[in-house]
């Protein structure tokens, strides 16, 4: 599933609920999103997700750079 | 310096980007990092381009989460147009935060007014008679009423309606057209009549608060100046009295003398008197002497006569002695105390209380 996919299945839950947004806000949404995750990541801060986890981007000696996720209990508890 | 950042940073840089309400950002968010964990838990491993790949793996017995960060920004993979074309297309409401299906009907101001305000087109311009005036303040004052009331109800229309009050209904879609059943009166002479008439009633409002006050006020300033009138003619009253008393009691104590010059060739006494009333040696040291304190010489001059009172008889015949009174010794004090020490003496010895 990739993105595209998520912003489907998100827009058809958002009409359950009688929140109607276009495809074009969807994308807007989508995109700010992504591109402030990034932006914070790239300040070598960490990103803390409700109920999800947390991000950290670590940059190495060259232009290369890791983004670490380390999930919360609930969510390995859930998996296991 | 590093520092966590909270997911509300990202929903207010969102927010602000885009310009949708926090409520619907933080919704998306969530939602996309539940999907994520749905597509987990069920093992299917979810791609976020610029974000990384989330997947499952099995690691002995148990799972765990593998992620692989992507290394470029999510501008690199999508553009907006491209996520949109695969989306679904959908007619966009006009209210995209609200129900799609309101109808007109269900709208929640009437678009037509009421039948008051229509019923005031067949108002006529002339009144001559007194019943048609009366009928016309009833329906203007109605129709005061009724706008009232309508100010009251609709607090989202009040700003608009308090500006267009004369010529506009602001509740009816169709506020420009002329198609519409209501319209406005053209007449200016009917809302400065009907200010009057809401100013005579506040008028008369304000006289009954001001009777009001008027009857619990002056019976207290009546009760206030009769207390003050009959304290000043008790005064008055019981002043003359005391003076007629005091001139009564002048004329009881008035006594005269008569005098006769002292035969004495001593030289001890100035003089004698007769007093025509009975009298005090205090008040005849008072009269000859200036001082009451001096009775007691009076007294020895004429103990003989006076044996055992100080009060001398009408008709009975004093003695006056001379006194000499060193003034130093009077200022000080020392002449009147000799003096009352005699008089105590002459009290204790010879019994007179």
Not at chain 2, 106 to 119: G, R
Not at chain 2, 311 to 318: C, E
Request: charged residues 25%; proline residues 5%.
């Amino acid at each position: 599933m990739n993105g595209p996919d998520i912003c489907k299945i998100i827009q058809e839950n958002f009409e359950k609920q009688n929140i109607h947004l276009s495809a074009s806000q969807i994308a807007e949404l989508y995109i700010n999103t992504l591109s402030s995750i990034d932006s914070t990541l790239e300040e070598e801060n960490t990103l803390d997700i409700q109920n999800f986890g947390s991000f950290i981007r670590k940059k190495g000696i060259t232009t290369s750079s890791l983004t670490f996720f380390k999930p919360i209990n609930r969510l390995t508890d859930r998996i296991k | 310096m590093k520092k966590h950042i909270n997911q509300r940073d990202i929903i207010l840089e969102v927010s602000q980007k885009t310009r949708i309400p926090q409520p619907i950002v933080e919704a998306f968010i969530e939602q996309m990092f539940r999907q994520i964990e749905n597509n987990l838990v069920k093992g299917i491993s979810s791609n976020v381009e610029g974000l990384g790949i989330f997947r499952v793996i099995k690691s002995g017995d148990t799972n765990k989460i593998i992620f692989l960060g992507s290394k470029k920004n999510i501008h690199h993979y999508y553009t907006k147009e491209t996520i949109i074309s695969q989306l679904p297309s959908k007619p966009i409401p006009k209210n995209p935060y609200q129900n799609t299906k309101v109808e007109k009907n269900e709208f929640p101001f009437p678009s037509t007014p009421p039948k008051k305000v229509v019923e005031e087109k067949t108002t006529p311009k002339t009144i001559n008679t007194p019943f048609a005036q009366n009928q016309t303040i009833q329906q203007k004052n109605n129709r005061q009423v009724y706008n009232n009331n309508t100010s009251q109800t609709n607090n989202l229309g009040e700003q608009t309606y308090q500006n267009n009050t004369q010529n506009d209904y602001p509740y009816s879609p169709n506020k420009a057209t002329t198609n519409s059943s209501y319209t406005p009166p053209q007449t200016d002479e009917i809302t400065p009549k009907t200010n009057n008439i809401n100013d005579a009633l506040k008028d008369k409002q304000k006289k009954r608060e001001e009777k009001k006050k008027l009857a619990i006020i002056l019976p207290i300033i009546t009760f206030l100046l009769l207390i003050i009138i009959a304290v000043g003619i008790y005064f008055i009253y019981f002043d003359k009295t005391q003076n007629n008393t005091t001139t009564e009691q002048e004329e009881l104590y008035t006594v005269n003398f008569q005098e006769l010059q002292a035969n004495d060739t001593s030289l001890i006494y100035n003089c004698s008197i007769i007093p025509n009333k009975d009298v005090s040696l205090e008040y005849i040291a008072n009269e000859y002497y200036g001082n009451k304190v001096f009775w007691p010489y009076i007294y020895l001059a004429n103990e003989d006569f006076l044996s055992n009172s100080i009060i001398v008889k009408a008709g009975s015949i004093i003695n006056l002695p001379k006194i000499t009174v060193d003034l130093f010794e009077y200022n000080k004090g020392t002449v009147q105390k000799r003096a009352d020490k005699i008089g105590d003496n002459i009290l204790k010895t010879k019994h007179i209380y």
